[in-house]
């Protein structure tokens, strides 16, 4: 089985890097009308009017052996069977923290009793 899902996932790397250089190598739908009046277009590597029918057609079989590639393997990662149970009951326990001394308290500045000081707003009054 993972030597199946690797396969996989390198034909879907290799799809998706030839589908990204084929899509670079594509020129928009306005540089149409420049190869049309002569401009350089036709001295493409497959004439004036050959490439865009493959260029676009291979893009379409990448695009669905990549898109094929990514439901096997969305198909075979739920198919896996899966220890039953929360994620969280594999977590680390922490140990509860000391308690703070009243002592300690009073060494924070402002706080020369060693209580909790009240750091509220005061209501505005009414006009």
Known sequence: MSVMLTLILVVQM???LAMI?????????GADM???F????SGS???ATGGANFLSRTTAVLAAVFFVCTLLLAYFSNARP???GSVLEGAAVTAPAAPVDASKASQIPGNSTGTKTDNSVPATPAK
């Open 14 to 16: 290799l799809s998706a």
């Open 21 to 29: 250089g084929l899509i670079l190598i594509q020129q928009g739908k």
């Open 34 to 36: 420049g190869a049309a």
């Open 38 to 41: 002569g401009s350089g277009g």
């Open 45 to 47: 590597l497959f004439g």
């Open 82 to 84: 899966v220890a039953s």
